[in-house]
């Protein structure tokens, strides 16, 4: 049988893609690094290449999936036909839709608390930027500038993925109170020069 060779990137990515997979349906205890090689057609060698323990792959497949939930929300913020309004309510709609985070069962279970804060705390370190950077074109289509932007975007981002990824329907009126609460942030953030001048 002929070899498959792949671009070096190309087959880390499928790698962690097992990973993540195998991870979440059968628990870190449960996976090593040969069974993600077999599950991805690859010789063992090949992924100790890539990752030279479980806990590396882990770790990887762990940065790789928090970057995979943030781009959803990254592209909605760096969607310039929208508005800064309608850019927050569609990241909002997506972060509480479970299909924002297709490994919740297991990444974002309650009995795995730390991994539950540290796949937090990676997503929003990826989308704090694109979420910076909204709000930084929303001055200055008004003329403003927006020194804060950075400030706000992060209590933002950290403030809401706790809501987000939690694994749980949020209720209505949870939904209600964090819109309400986004918006008054964003009303302050907006009016903050006008009251310099």
Do not use: W
């Amino acid at each position: 049988m002929a070899r498959t060779v792949k671009d070096p990137e190309e087959r880390r990515r499928e790698l962690l893609a097992c990973a993540m997979r195998l991870f979440a349906e059968k628990g870190y205890d449960n996976v090593s690094v040969r069974a993600v090689a077999r599950e991805a057609g690859v010789a063992s060698g090949l992924a100790y290449h890539y990752f030279d323990s479980k806990q590396a792959l882990f770790d990887a497949a762990i940065e790789e999936y928090a970057r995979q939930c943030a781009e959803r929300f990254c592209s909605i913020f760096t969607d310039c036909s929208l508005s800064l309004d309608e850019q927050l309510d569609l990241a909002f709609d997506l972060g509480t839709k479970r299909e924002a985070f297709p490994y919740a069962d297991f990444f974002h279970a309650s009995e795995h608390g730390a991994l539950h804060e540290r796949l937090s705390l990676g997503i929003c370190e990826a989308v704090r930027p694109s979420l910076t950077a909204a709000l930084e074109r929303d001055a200055a289509t008004r003329g403003m500038s927006a020194p804060d932007a950075e400030m706000l975007a992060g209590m933002l981002v950290y403030g809401s993925i706790g809501l987000a990824s939690d694994g749980h329907e949020l209720g209505e009126q949870t939904r209600r109170a964090a819109r309400r609460y986004v918006a008054a942030l964003i009303k302050e953030f907006r009016h903050i020069d006008e009251r310099k001048g």
